[in-house]
């Protein structure tokens, strides 16, 4: 079935780490998103990338990176500058970048510190 | 800046009962994108719904309906005939129609519980 994996599906960073999460989707979607979710509040975009090498900074992005070296693979890189970490973290895709496409998302990665 | 309001953090509905869900949103475009996603506990987002601005229909899914009010800037959701499995966190986003790099704005969610 197509769709979109994350994994792991539970993560812990430690003080001073950098985690990465994993995103692939094998919908042969162009797009590719991360969010953010805190408890209160809605998905907020931290990266996004329209095609392979290329990606854009969302709201959030400070203390993130990403790479898009593959069609199907979007890694999120929380580095120790992310101070407040801790969150449910949301990958999705869409066929292609224009805003009629639905976004597709994965089942999250859940994020804490030890 | 798009901004998009769910002034209900949370509802309730009996089974097979009607609940609508309420958003407003801001913006000074004239053509747009509306969204409804729901977020059950397994925690995956799932499209609901679809509105385009520049159709005046509303758009129906089965049991899902939306009143879509261009002018009042609103865009609520009613589930009929609400069933266990409707449980969820429900969130209603916005996205002006573009030729790319638009990004979706969410709400920030309504839960709706299904009393038995």
């Known amino acids: 079935d197509g769709g979109i994996t994350q994994s792991p599906k539970y993560l812990f960073r430690k003080e001073g780490q950098n985690v990465t999460l994993s995103c692939e989707q094998n919908?042969?979607?162009?797009?590719m998103y991360w969010y953010r979710q805190d408890p209160g509040q809605g998905l907020r975009l931290i990266y996004y990338s329209q095609i392979v090498n290329d990606f854009q900074k969302g709201d959030i992005a400070e203390g993130y990176s990403v790479s898009r070296e593959k069609k199907e693979s979007f890694p999120l890189t929380v580095t120790s500058a992310q101070k407040n970490p801790t969150a449910f973290y949301l990958c999705a895709s869409s066929m292609t970048g224009l805003s009629n496409q639905p976004q597709h998302f994965g089942d999250g990665t859940r994020l804490s510190i030890l | 800046a798009q901004t998009v309001t769910q002034s209900q953090p949370e509802m309730s509905v009996q089974e097979a009962e009607t609940v609508t869900l309420s958003c407003t949103y801001d913006t000074s475009e004239s053509d747009y994108y509306l969204f409804w996603y729901k977020q059950p506990p397994s925690r995956q987002m799932i499209l609901v719904i679809r509105q385009e601005a520049y159709k005046q229909q509303n758009a129906t899914e089965n049991r899902f309906s939306v009143n879509f009010q261009k002018a009042a800037k609103s865009f609520s959701l009613k589930i009929s005939d609400s069933q266990l499995g409707d449980a969820a966190m429900y969130f209603c986003?916005?996205?002006?129609?573009?030729?790319?790099?638009?990004?979706?704005?969410f709400g920030t969610g309504t839960r709706l519980t299904i009393i038995p």
């Open positions: 986003a916005y996205v002006r129609s573009n030729f790319g790099n638009e990004k979706l704005t």
């Open positions: 919908l042969n979607h162009d797009a």
